[in-house]
């Protein structure tokens, strides 16, 4: 069997995509007996020779085309104003579907793979994986230009795929509930969380950090924790936002109006590395997102050790984890102030109950991504 997965993202990215597509990468390493071809951009981290080469798995790299459009753009701030109208550049250096469906032919290749929500349309079989439907869960997060383009675009790909594979039981019920897809062709496949033993490496210092990572999206919800913040008992914790977005100048206005301005700290967009030693050296991980179909940094921030507070919307209440704890709704500052002064006083959980949890490994994630490969390939989803 042969799978081509189409990772062409612009290098340097470290979304959710991103980092789903990592995932695969490392689930295609413990999966020997099925060839993997990865569709990536120059430049892309899959390329940088961080892991041994694996005998199964290949490369077809493609120029960025849009690189250097981009450029331009800025320029001219180009970019800014189709944002502002609710355009989107699409995904770099396409080729035609046409091309890139002979290309794949002539390679052998039995499933196309798509992470990414804006894929190609190819007579070859397809696995679509659309990672959330918030354009129309929080439509007014959205312009509608971009609305009409996700609703159109993600309906045809979902629909004309051979199967659908989702993140979370929510996820599911929102592709069969808006676009009234057959249930039996959709299938979840629970991100999983890393082995436990990287922790052993990590640092166990006293920290005073407590890390948001998440760009600043209305939905992400910065705003309760920084409202949550002006009610610590414990005014030595400082709080980390990492990414960036069109929501960055509300929220320093907001924490300076909170008087917690010196407590509240704007790392910018970062790289994976730098993200990673966050993880590692805060004292606990706050998500405090209105909508999510999952969560990365949840799974991160678990596989290293860390206590996580998240709020409770359907697929964080899915996830079972002894230092995943829920505090409630995602607006409540009140109860987030207290659970972060409750939780960050606790004493740590023994390892020996840290495996009572629900959330597969890398292992069980490979084992039922190709299970799905083998259903996709036989042309019947049930």
Not at 274 to 281: C, E, F, I, M, T
């Amino acid at each position: 069997m042969k799978i081509a997965i189409d990772a062409r993202i612009t290098p340097g990215d470290v979304g959710g995509v991103a980092t789903y597509i990592h995932l695969l990468h490392s689930a295609a390493r413990v999966l020997p007996k099925i060839e993997f071809v990865f569709l990536v951009l120059a430049g892309s981290e899959l390329l940088s020779g961080k892991e041994e080469k694996c005998e199964n798995i290949s490369y077809i790299v493609f120029r960025n085309k849009v690189k250097s459009l981009q450029k331009k753009l800025l320029k001219f701030r180009t970019l800014e104003k189709l944002a502002r109208l609710g355009y989107q550049l699409l995904s770099p250096s396409r080729l035609s579907d046409s091309r890139l469906e002979k290309m794949l032919m002539s390679l052998g290749v039995d499933i196309l793979h798509c992470p990414i929500q804006d894929s190609p349309m190819l007579r070859i079989p397809t696995i679509y994986h659309p990672h959330d439907l918030q354009h129309l869960a929080m439509p007014n997060n959205f312009h509608w230009i971009t609305r009409r383009y996700r609703e159109r675009r993600w309906r045809r790909l979902a629909s004309e795929a051979r199967l659908v594979i989702v993140g979370s039981d929510f996820a599911k019920n929102e592709v069969i509930g808006f676009w009234k897809i057959d249930p039996m062709k959709v299938k979840v496949l629970a991100a999983p969380i890393r082995d436990s033993l990287e922790r052993n490496s990590l640092t166990t210092q006293p920290s005073e950090i407590v890390l948001y990572p998440a760009n600043l999206y209305p939905h992400k919800n910065h705003e309760t924790i920084i409202r949550a913040c002006s009610l610590l008992k414990n005014k030595k914790l400082k709080f980390v936002f990492t990414g960036s977005g069109p929501r960055e100048t509300h929220l320093r206005k907001l924490a300076a109006e909170l008087g917690v301005q010196d407590r509240i700290l704007f790392s910018g967009p970062i790289e994976i590395q730098a993200l990673v030693d966050l993880v590692n050296s805060c004292l606990l991980v706050v998500v405090s997102s209105q909508y999510e179909a999952g969560s990365f940094p949840i799974l991160e921030a678990l596989s290293r050790g860390k206590k996580v507070l998240a709020s409770a919307i359907e697929p964080f209440l899915e996830l079972r984890h002894p230092l995943l704890q829920i505090y409630g709704d995602p607006l409540d500052a009140r109860s987030l102030a207290l659970s972060i002064d409750r939780y960050s006083h606790e004493p740590s959980i023994r390892e020996s109950v840290l495996a009572d949890t629900n959330i597969p490994d890398l292992n069980l994630f490979a084992k039922n991504l190709s299970i799905f490969y083998e259903i996709c390939l036989a042309g019947d989803p049930t």
